[in-house]
């Protein structure tokens, strides 16, 4: 049976995104979107096990990786998940509420 990242080590954390961004080279390489695609999820997964949540405040804004101009209002958080509305660069909200992975906010 296959462990939680939760109950990961940062070490064994770290290993296991190296090991899955290999894969990840190796079915894009080879064609395969959907193994790539899902290879790319779990590596945002761990990457968010291996991040401090307490860096991330709530009513704070971050962009959001991967879409340019957008943004998440954080408003709550729930363990590695922050909780918000996407806001565009003028401030109107694109999605009322949506979760996110803290691997997919950066940091400025």
Do not use: C
């Amino acid at each position: 049976m296959q462990r939680r990242y939760s109950e990961y080590t940062i070490h064994e954390l770290q290993k296991e995104i190296s090991d899955l961004t290999e894969k990840a080279q190796k079915a894009e390489q080879m064609g395969m979107v959907n193994e790539f695609a899902v290879y790319q999820r779990k590596i945002v997964m761990a990457k968010s096990y291996a991040m401090d949540p307490r860096r991330f405040k709530n009513k704070e804004t971050y962009e959001i990786q991967g879409a340019p101009g957008e943004y998440l209002k954080i408003r709550y958080m729930n363990g590695i998940f922050a909780w918000g509305k996407r806001l565009d660069k003028e401030g109107n909200v694109l999605n009322e509420e949506e979760a996110l992975p803290i691997a997919l906010l950066i940091e400025e």
